[in-house]
C-alpha cells in the first residue's frame, strides 16, 4: 500500500480536522497546494498565523476583533441603536445580520449553544456575561436570535426564564416559510411555526 509523505500526509490530517472537510477534500485540497504556486501556500500560512495573532475577542459583546482593539466596532460606534440588545450563538451570525443592514443595536455573542448531550453548560457559554451587561446597561429590549435547533431553542427558552428579572421586552426571531416556499414541501415543524408566527394584515 502506497503511503503519502510525512509533510503531505500531516497537512491532509490538518484538514481533515476543519469542520465540513472529509479525508476526500482534504487530500483534494492538499495536492493542489501541492502543485499551486509557493506564493498561494505563503499566503495562507501566513493568513492562517495572523488569524491566531492578530486578533482577539470584543471586551463587551465577544464578537471577533482587532487584537489591538478592546473593543470592536459595532460597541465603540455612537450611531448604533444602544438599547436593543441581539444574542447570537457565533460571530457569524453577526456578519449575516449586519448584511442585511436591517438591524442598527449591539450584539451579545454566546460562542455556542446549551447541549447536555456534548457536556455544554451555562459556564461553558458568555451567559454571565449577558446578565452582568443586562445589569449594567439600560436595554430595552433583548433579541434572542438563537439557531431554529433543537439546541438554540432550549438556550432561547433557558435564557427568556433567567431574564424575566429584568425590565424589558424579551423577543425571538420570527421563523416560518422561506419566501417562494410551497406548503406541500413543508415538514410539519416548519408549518407549526408559521402558524404560531402568523401576523395581522393591518
Known amino acids: 500500500m502506497q503511503t503519502l509523505p510525512e509533510p503531505v500526509q500531516n497537512l491532509v490530517d490538518a484538514l481533515s480536522r476543519l469542520p465540513g472537510i472529509g479525508p476526500k477534500t482534504a487530500s483534494r485540497l492538499t495536492f493542489y497546494l501541492l502543485r499551486a504556486p509557493e506564493e498561494l501556500s505563503q499566503s495562507l500560512a501566513d493568513a492562517l498565523i495572523g488569524i491566531k495573532k492578530n486578533t482577539s475577542l470584543c471586551e463587551v459583546c465577544f464578537n471577533i476583533t482587532h487584537k489591538q482593539s478592546k473593543i470592536c466596532e459595532i460597541c465603540a460606534s455612537s450611531q448604533r441603536d444602544q438599547h436593543t440588545l441581539c444574542v447570537v450563538e457565533e460571530p457569524l451570525d453577526v456578519l449575516a445580520f449586519e448584511k442585511t443592514g436591517g438591524f442598527n443595536g449591539l450584539y451579545h455573542v454566546l460562542h455556542g449553544v446549551l447541549s447536555p448531550i456534548e457536556g455544554i453548560g451555562p459556564e461553558d457559554l458568555k451567559i454571565k456575561e449577558l ?50 416556499g410551497d406548503l406541500e414541501y413543508a415538514d410539519q415543524s416548519t408549518l407549526l411555526r408559521a402558524l404560531a408566527g402568523r401576523q395581522n394584515l393591518d
Not at 133 to 148: D, G, M, S, Y
Open 131 to 180: 446578565y452582568d451587561r443586562l445589569k449594567t446597561h439600560q436595554f430595552t429590549e433583548v433579541i434572542l436570535a438563537t439557531n431554529p435547533s433543537m439546541e438554540g431553542d432550549a438556550t432561547a427558552m433557558y435564557l427568556h426564564e433567567r431574564l424575566q428579572e429584568f425590565n424589558l421586552r424579551i423577543t425571538r426571531l420570527a421563523l416560518g416559510l422561506p419566501v417562494g
